[in-house]
């Protein structure tokens, strides 16, 4: 169901992308690939590998410019629809799913596209990978910001690999449903702009959990 990389691919695209970012950026995205691993783990194995990749690649344009970025888009000819083009902190995500193929041919899978695509905001029906990428984003153990540090205890201090994969999977959901809340109650103080795919991903999880919860 997903494409598995070997050792030595992501050995290969790690030392790649290590040369592409910034040592702090590289930091980062090796805590993400650890996590998101992690993560994997629990929940989806079979993606580990895929997981693992899809961090690596899920901030590989974050550096540029705006302008650069916008550059990206026009040279793909999309067009952002007008809430996204208010949001260039999104930017990444689009331009990173954009340049894989070209970029990284041998990591241009669909599941992983899709990973990266929708790392910073989520969107309404967000698939387990999605969330994990997202999440392990959101928590990766460099992260020391009040609230990550809140979002990683909460998820860990419940052992989820004590649970059997029902209460599993509603646990994910339910952390997914704080980060994203903090993420919107965050812009809100600040009135900043809250991108509709981030409602979206909320919406959708918390209606998502009662359904879980119900069974």
């Given amino acids: ?10 050995s290969r695209l790690r030392e790649r992308v290590e040369h592409t970012l910034s040592p702090y950026r590289f930091s980062h995205t090796k805590g993400v690939e650890d996590m998101a691993a992690r993560l994997a783990a629990l929940y ?3 993606a580990q590998s895929m997981l693992r990749a899809a961090a690596l690649l899920h901030d590989i344009t974050k550096e540029l410019s705006e302008e650069q970025q916008r550059e990206i888009l026009a040279a793909h000819e999309i067009s952002l629809r007008p809430d996204e083009a208010r949001l260039p902190k999104i930017f990444h ?9 070209r970029e990284y041919p041998d990591f241009a899978d669909e599941a992983l596209l899709s ?3 929708w790392h910073t ?3 309404g029906d967000m698939t387990v990978p999605e969330a994990l990428l997202y999440l392990a984003d959101y928590i ?9 540090v809140r ?3 909460m998820f860990f201090d419940a052992a989820p690999e004590k649970m059997d994969m029902a209460a599993r999977e509603c646990h994910l959901w339910s ?13 809100e103080a600040k009135g900043a702009f809250v991108c509709p795919d981030t409602l979206a991903a909320l919406e959708n999880i918390t209606k998502k959990l009662s359904l879980l919860k119900g069974m």
């Fill in 151 to 153: 979002l990683r205890n």
């Fill in 44 to 46: 989806v194995p079979q």
């Fill in 1 to 10: 169901m997903y494409n598995c990389f070997d050792k030595e691919q992501l």
């Fill in 115 to 117: 990973a990266v695509r």
């Fill in 93 to 101: 995500a689009i331009t990173a799913s954009l340049l894989i193929p």
């Fill in 175 to 187: 952390v997914m449903q704080a980060a994203l809340s903090v993420t919107v109650a965050g812009l």
């Fill in 121 to 123: 905001t989520g969107h």
């Fill in 140 to 148: 990766e153990e460099g992260r020391r910001f009040g609230d990550c």
